[in-house]
């Protein structure tokens, strides 16, 4: 794939272009506001697989197109699909092959999550590092409102991300959060207007491509991995850590400039 050339599914359910260090997937299924089918699926899996394995990509941003960030899995694809439970669990788990490579990658991940996201959507701003939503977005569960229990990963991160006792509030209620109270939780990093959720998304995905992009990756990969480690093995990560950064070329000259202000002082 070239640094210039947009990329996609055959069906462009999903668009994919490296620019410049930062990877932007676009969930490009509007008419169905961006809701997962077995083609997104694929796509979703094969291209968050590739954004985490680039030795350019320093920054990945996710978006949709449309006036939704992602309405979950597509109820009607699912009640057409052949197979019934078991094919629907296995659509699951292809895209839970691209959350776990979000998750467990050391780059960065901004989600501009416009308008409503709803279901699965919200599995998908959970697996970013930092979500920038707008004004009038609306964020919730509503999983029980058609008989169906939580997906791709929102049971395992929305309790981490905003309390248990608020995670069971939003997933036994039909509830949408407003933009604001998804902040006060913690759901959500930044509310901006409406038509500027997807610049200062890629504002904040350049911050870290321009920036000390590695140690950023390292921040998110510590903080990412320490609620299934004990407290030792998490320190021991640490201090490996720490001591591999300054040794790179970018924290060698990081420092020296930061001694040499200080100097000047």
């Given at each position: 794939?070239?640094?210039?050339?947009?990329?996609?599914?055959?069906?462009?359910?999903?668009?994919?272009?490296?620019?410049?260090?930062?990877?932007?997937?676009?969930?490009?299924?509007?008419?169905?506001?961006?809701?997962?089918?077995?083609?997104?699926?694929?796509?979703?899996?094969?291209?968050?697989?590739?954004?985490?394995?680039?030795?350019?990509?320093?920054?990945?941003?996710?978006?949709?197109?449309?006036?939704?960030?992602?309405?979950?899995?597509?109820?009607?694809?699912?009640?057409?699909?052949?197979?019934?439970?078991?094919?629907?669990?296995?659509?699951?788990?292809?895209?839970?092959?691209?959350?776990?490579?979000?998750?467990?990658?050391?780059?960065?991940v901004v989600t501009a999550a416009h308008g409503t996201t709803a279901g699965g959507g919200l599995g998908i701003l959970l697996a970013g590092d930092y979500a920038v939503v707008g004004e009038g977005s609306?964020?919730?569960?509503?999983?029980?409102?058609?008989?169906?229990?939580?997906?791709?990963?929102?049971?395992?991160?929305?309790?981490?991300?905003?309390?248990?006792?608020?995670?069971?509030?939003?997933?036994?209620?039909?509830?949408?959060?407003?933009?604001?109270?998804?902040?006060?939780?913690?759901?959500?990093?930044?509310?901006?207007?409406?038509?500027?959720?997807?610049?200062?998304?890629?504002?904040?995905?350049?911050?870290?491509?321009?920036?000390?992009?590695?140690?950023?990756?390292?921040?998110?990969?510590?903080?990412?991995?320490?609620?299934?480690?004990?407290?030792?093995?998490?320190?021991?990560?640490?201090?490996?850590?720490?001591?591999?950064?300054?040794?790179?070329?970018?924290?060698?000259?990081?420092?020296?400039?930061?001694?040499?202000?200080?100097?000047?002082?």
């Amino acid at each position: 794939m070239s640094e210039s050339q947009p990329e996609s599914s055959p069906a462009a359910v999903l668009l994919f272009e490296v620019r410049d260090g930062i990877a932007h997937l676009t969930l490009n299924r509007p008419g169905r506001l961006n809701a997962f089918d077995a083609d997104l699926a694929e796509a979703w899996a094969l291209a968050t697989t590739e954004a985490v394995g680039r030795e350019d990509v320093r920054a990945i941003l996710i978006s949709g197109s449309g006036r939704a960030f992602c309405a979950g899995g597509d109820v009607q694809a699912m009640s057409e699909m052949p197979g019934g439970g078991a094919a629907l669990s296995v659509l699951a788990e292809r895209i839970n092959v691209g959350i776990r490579a979000l998750l467990d990658s050391s780059i960065p991940v901004v989600t501009a999550a416009h308008g409503t996201t709803a279901g699965g959507g919200l599995g998908i701003l959970l697996a970013g590092d930092y979500a920038v939503v707008g004004e009038g977005s609306r964020i919730g569960s509503l999983y029980a409102n058609i008989g169906l229990t939580p997906d791709l990963s929102v049971s395992a991160l929305l309790g981490r991300a905003v309390g248990e006792r608020r995670a069971l509030q939003l997933t036994l209620q039909d509830r949408l959060l407003t933009a604001q109270e998804a902040r006060e939780w913690g759901l959500v990093a930044e509310v901006v207007p409406d038509g500027d959720v997807q610049a200062r998304a890629e504002r904040v995905a350049r911050f870290w491509a321009d920036g000390a992009a590695a140690a950023y990756g390292s921040a998110k990969r510590l903080v990412r991995a320490q609620p299934t480690r004990g407290i030792d093995e998490q320190l021991a990560d640490e201090a490996q850590s720490i001591g591999a950064a300054l040794d790179t070329p970018d924290a060698q000259a990081r420092v020296r400039a930061f001694v040499e202000r200080s100097a000047r002082r």
